[in-house]
């Protein structure tokens, strides 16, 4: 296959002659002078060579490791940390049997009806999860929980959400970072941030949150410590009498 070629002007007589266009200098096939490429006229040096393509899309990760920023391109399914060299999946994942694996993934991790994640620990950005785990749940950003979904073990999320006509019930406090409830939730919540309850929404249970943002026709049954600053994941919720909010 042929080099593509450019046309470059001689900067002493002016003659334009085709060079390969990786070429870093040349001789004037008229007048014999010697000459880089570089040294032509740029909008005609530049003529036949390709336009940049348009930018790639990139999204920013951090690496599991060093918690290092990395910004890798939408399709890539893994990269390397550029700082301690470890191994960052960005793969999706999909659960609809029985898993026994661990999982630390950058990217969206599913488990559907049927799906079970036995004895194993799992890290993704978005955890969606309407089958059952036996083991620990860590969604950095978002955790979607809907019915049939059971959960043997422990969970972290940094925003939990309970879609409309979805019900979740856990025994323990549930410490996040925020939240968005629109279905039915049975227990406590401390939260950094806000906690919306959507007008569908029935909660039963006691918050302590950084804010609460209610919707018309929710309905809250419990006791209220609103605009607390730095909530610790240990503070105990302080006594209060119930507050029932609804239609």
């Not at 790639?56 to 700082?83: G, H, I, W, Y």
């Not at 919540?189 to 007008?199: D, M, P, R």
Request: charged letters at 20%; hydrophobic letters at 35%.
């Amino acid at each position: 296959m042929k080099a593509d070629k450019i046309t470059v002007p001689c900067p002493k007589c002016g003659h334009a002659q085709q060079e390969p266009a990786s070429a870093y200098s040349t001789v004037c096939k008229k007048c014999g002078q010697h000459f880089r490429i570089q040294d032509a006229p740029a909008e005609v040096a530049s003529f036949g060579k390709a336009a940049p393509g348009p930018a790639k899309e990139t999204r920013r990760v951090s690496c599991f490791n060093c918690q290092t920023e990395l910004d890798v391109p939408l399709a890539a399914q893994s990269t390397m940390c550029k700082r301690c060299s470890s191994h960052v999946d960005l793969k999706d994942y999909e659960v609809r049997n029985t898993v026994s694996k661990n999982f630390k993934t950058k990217g969206r991790f599913v488990i559907e009806q049927g799906g079970c994640l036995l004895n194993t620990d799992c890290t993704a950005t978005t955890i969606i999860l309407r089958g059952k785990v036996i083991g620990k749940l860590v969604a950095e950003q978002t955790l979607e929980i809907y019915d049939g979904s059971e959960i043997k073990g422990q969970f972290q999320a940094g925003h939990l959400v309970i879609p409309a006509g979805n019900h979740f019930r856990w025994n323990e406090t549930i410490r996040v970072k925020s939240a968005r409830i629109e279905g039915e939730l049975v227990g406590n919540i401390v939260a950094e941030g806000t906690v919306q309850i959507g007008g569908s929404a029935r909660v039963f249970g006691d918050l302590a949150v950084g804010g609460v943002i209610m919707e018309p026709g929710a309905v809250l049954v419990g006791q209220m410590q609103i605009g607390l600053k730095n909530v610790g994941m240990d503070q105990p919720m302080k006594a209060g009498k119930p507050t029932i909010l609804a239609r």
